[in-house]
């Protein structure tokens, strides 16, 4: 049975004059995480913010009691050296750390954004340096990225190097709004098949058209954005999204 929904909006989509605000209401609104999208403009073609933002935004959010409770920031790094940056936004006040595989395959073991390393990391040497700081670790997959890279480290008998959460993008990472991509939902079945107590998130489209079928998939963490910093009614948005991971949760019992 897939654990528990939690619904996580991406804060890329709320009133950047009024951020610290904005997090504070979305959390009163229902919401279980906020989603922090950090790009560099080198991984993505975009750039967001830093921990000096997340540090500002983290006075307004009580941190979470339990690892992966109310509260949690879920910070996404979309960057090229994911190892570089994981000190400064465990200082800040990230809760989980979710680096892609693609940047993870391809960057440096240098811990601190100013320092410079010839040996190269991997994703489960990340995963273990991310635990060591005190976070969770989330691992994310790029739409052209195939599912199957991740068995070898969700198989790790070595559990610090085992990740919390997986990342499947339903759109390509780099920019709100896009079209939802159904076609990225098959990731998700596979992962959940396999691992059936892993929180699976997604991310990129998700909204009240569309959370029906990553419900389905077997996603139970939901990154909206601009479905829910959007919305008229932003509780009623969360309660929707987070009824249609509780109905196929009560669906499998059946």
């Known amino acids: 049975m897939a654990p528990k929904a939690i619904i996580a909006p991406s804060i890329l989509s709320a009133d950047f004059a009024a951020l ?16 922090i999208d950090i790009m560099d403009g080198h991984f993505v073609p975009n750039i967001t913010f830093g921990a000096p933002v997340v540090t500002k935004i983290r006075s307004h959010v009580a941190r979470p009691r339990a690892s ?31 680096f892609h595989y693609e940047a993870a395959v391809e960057s440096t073991a240098a811990e601190h954004p100013a320092d410079h390393s010839d040996r190269r990391t991997s994703p ?12 969770q670790a989330g691992i994310a997959l790029k739409p052209e990225t195939p599912v199957d890279v991740l068995w070898d480290i969700l ?11 997986v990342l499947i993008m339903t759109v390509h990472p780099g920019f ?19 691992y059936p107590h892993l929180n699976v998130e997604v991310d990129g489209g998700l909204g009240p058209d569309t959370i029906e079928q990553a419900a389905e998939a077997g996603a139970n963490v939901i990154v909206a954005g601009s479905a829910v910093f959007g919305a008229q009614d932003p509780s009623e948005v969360i309660a929707q999204l987070r009824a249609a991971v509780d109905r196929r949760k009560g669906a499998e019992k059946i």
Not at 176 to 192: C, D, H, I, T, Y
């Open 155 to 165: 198989n790790n008998p070595e559990t610090a190097e085992v990740p919390d959460m």
């Open 176 to 194: 709100g709004g896009q079209k939802f991509m159904a076609s990225e939902l098959p990731k998700v079945r596979a992962v959940r098949a396999r």
């Open 124 to 135: 489960k040497e990340l995963v273990r340096y991310i635990h060591l700081q005190g976070m």
């Open 20 to 35: 610290g605000a904005a997090c504070s209401e979305t959390m009163d609104h229902g919401a279980d995480w906020l989603h």
């Open 68 to 98: 992966g409770g109310r509260g949690t920031f879920d910070c996404h790094m979309m960057i090229a050296e994911p190892q570089k940056w994981v000190k400064e936004f465990q200082s800040a006040g990230c809760d989980l750390y979710c």
